[in-house]
């Protein structure tokens, strides 16, 4: 792939970057106040106290800005969730367990962030319906996959229970939390944990091996 202009710009500096960190900060914590279409550039930096001008400077418009603040969404997801499932993986149930968990525990901690991700996803539409912004589909789909792949290999060894679709299971899964996130960006007082333990019970019961006790 030829790298675009602003690929081959010289790399930025410490103080650019911690400005182009505030904007995305900004950009989602404006988009959990007031909603993806007001959200607009002038209204991101009245917030970090620049103007719109300024963040075409970082950003080649609003939808570059966007974009990064998904990226930015699952990266911090990612560093989340990444250390308490490693530290959990000697065992099917509790690699399945610490991944729920760890999930839901990010969603309760960084609510904004799950408004954000809910508004861009309901409102990043073009005018024919097709996504404008496919990072968080393309990340959803990478983590279906790779859950698949680990639920494979608890069951090869003999730690999950061996007859079922490890893919169609992990889709479930990703469904199931994903229904957690779009009802916690509606309601701020839904029971995280409770939810949380509800699905680790489900799925623990729908994989388990049958000598597990």
């Known amino acids: 792939m030829c790298p675009g202009p602003r690929e081959t710009r010289k790399p930025r500096t410490f103080t650019e970057a911690a400005r182009r960190a505030q904007i995305i900060e900004a950009a989602i914590d404006t988009i959990a106040e007031v909603g993806f279409g007001r959200a607009s550039l002038a209204r991101i930096g009245e917030r970090v106290g620049i103007s719109k001008g300024l963040i075409g400077y970082h950003f080649a418009g609003k939808d570059d800005l966007i974009e990064q603040v998904v990226l930015e969404v699952l990266e911090h997801g990612k560093a989340y969730m990444r250390p308490r499932i490693v530290d959990a993986m000697s ?17 309760r901690e960084q609510r904004n962030y799950m408004v954000a991700i809910v ?4 409102s990043g539409l073009t005018a024919d319906g097709q996504e404008r912004f496919h990072g968080h589909a393309d990340a959803i789909d990478e983590a279906v996959q790779i859950l698949g792949q680990h639920l494979a290999h608890y069951q090869a060894v003999g ?4 007859d079922f679709d490890s893919n169609v299971m992990a889709v479930a899964i990703r469904a199931a939390t994903d229904a957690v996130l779009h009802r916690y960006a509606r309601d701020p007082d839904l029971d995280i944990d409770n939810y949380a ?15 597990t006790p």
């Open 197 to 211: 333990s509800e699905i680790v019970t489900v799925f623990d019961l729908a994989t388990r091996a049958q000598d």
């Open 119 to 122: 508004e861009i996803e309901r």
């Open 91 to 107: 065992t099917g149930s509790g690699f399945l367990r610490a991944y729920i968990e760890s999930n839901l525990a990010f969603m």
């Open 159 to 162: 730690d999950l229970r061996p």
